[in-house]
């Protein structure tokens, strides 16, 4: 029977990622006090994914002290164990704990294989024994969209994406969609993205879709150059209704959704079909696990949320000129920072794409992206659409960094 031992820790798929790959019949969870709040979430967590083979809690492990928790390990975790090797993970807890466990198991004789989940890499690395030197191996796919979400304690609710009719629209607009990620730095073609938001926002009340449309909207002025081009392929398309001057219509709020925002996400999302990745959700929604899945929709929303090699990329769009305002880009990127935490925790990478520039005038980011960078958000801007992105994705389909 191959025993598998782990400490809990913040970071729950650190954890699960061995548990899934070694499929081991019993699991020991060393609980230190600091996570004892988070050892009942992490047995739900293996309850749900279907992992019910025998689990003990060992709770009341010290948080720190190497003699302390050496004690603990001697009187509460040594006699659990078979007389049989077993795979001990310490990539949980402290270094200290990693430390102590390592040192003590070696010391059982009974060949213990001690691993290390280094997700920066894709590597699981195995220490060295008496009988044994160090290696590794490339850490094996094991986790989905899903099971990332579930790892952390959510429930996948629904994704945008998953609507044929949504893929059809979206292959339908291609050609626009890439034409105006082509031309989005043109003055007329931004000017008016920047008037239809926000005649789009008054008119609808800051999104409420319910809201019917009382008359035709009227441009500041008369569109000109690109944007004439824009409106004529948009009026095509049925997404506005538009014969000539200031006077643009939408029939409802969905079909004005597309030019006041949702044309970056579905540039984005075509750019990572190009490259392909093992999954790609637009609009990804997801709720605390338990809980009704009503509760959290609002709070915990994705633009986009792409799934490769056990790691995760929460990306956030934006085409509004308001982006170029401080406050509101900054708590753009800590919503960023928030929903990403929530939904893959370290293993989840921040994206944050802007239809606009993020500069002053003197060409200089603004503030916000400074405080972007320190989050660890990678930030990209019109001027990057084209050239940029499509590279970024792929270094992080290959590496699993920004």
């Known amino acids: ?12 798929l650190a954890n699960l990622i061995p548990i899934l790959h070694l499929k081991p019949q019993k699991i020991i969870i060393v609980v230190t006090k600091g996570f004892k709040h988070k050892s009942k979430e992490f047995r739900t967590i293996l309850i749900d994914l279907g992992i019910t083979q025998s689990i003990t ?27 049989e090797p077993c795979d001990v993970n310490i990539t949980g807890g402290t270094k200290m704990h990693s430390f102590s466990i390592y040192e003590k198991l070696r010391q059982r004789g009974f060949d213990d294989k001690f691993i290390y989940v280094d997700t920066q890499n894709r590597l699981l690395e195995f220490y060295p024994t008496d009988n044994s030197p160090s290696f590794n191996q490339p850490l094996p796919t094991v986790l989905d969209a899903e099971m990332t979400l579930k790892g952390m304690g959510k429930t996948f609710i629904r994704a945008e994406s998953d609507s044929e009719d949504w893929v059809n629209r979206v292959r339908k607009y291609e050609p626009l969609t890439r034409w105006l990620a082509q031309n989005i730095n043109d003055k007329n073609v931004q000017n008016l993205i920047g008037d239809i938001n926000g005649l789009v926002n008054i008119a609808y ?16 002025q008369v569109p000109k150059g690109q944007a004439v081009l824009l409106l004529e392929q948009a009026h ?22 597309y030019l006041t925002g949702s044309w ?14 093992e999954e790609i959700y637009s609009s990804l929604e997801f709720g605390n696990m338990g809980q009704p899945t009503e509760k959290n929709r609002a709070k915990n929303e994705i633009d986009l949320f792409i799934q490769h090699a056990n ?13 170029n305002n401080a406050d509101t880009s900054q708590n753009m990127f800590h919503k960023l920072t928030g929903v990403a935490n929530r939904a893959g925790g370290l293993l989840c990478s921040k994206l944050f794409v802007s239809a606009f520039s993020l500069k002053q005038r003197d060409g200089r980011d603004i503030a916000a992206v400074y405080h972007a960078k320190e989050q660890n958000i990678k930030v990209v801007q019109s001027a990057e ?7 970024i994705l792929r270094k992080w389909k290959e590496t699993g960094r920004l």
């Open 205 to 220: 009340k800051g999104g409420k879709k319910d809201i019917l449309m009382p008359k035709p909207l009227q441009l500041h």
């Open 264 to 277: 970056i996400e579905q540039y984005v999302w075509l750019i990572a079909q190009d490259i392909g990745f």
């Open 57 to 83: 809690m060992l709770d009341g492990c010290p948080d720190t002290g190497l003699q302390q928790i050496g004690e603990y390990i001697d009187h509460k975790l040594l006699p659990l164990l078979p007389p």
């Open 385 to 391: 659409l084209i050239d940029e992105l499509p590279d």
């Open 1 to 12: 029977m191959l025993t598998q031992i782990c400490v809990i820790t913040g970071q729950p």
């Open 311 to 323: 790691a995760a990329l929460a990306i956030e769009c934006k085409s509004a000129t308001a982006t």
């Open 236 to 257: 095509d398309l049925k997404l506005t209704e538009w014969q000539g001057g200031k006077n643009i219509a939408f029939s409802h709020y969905d079909q004005s959704r």
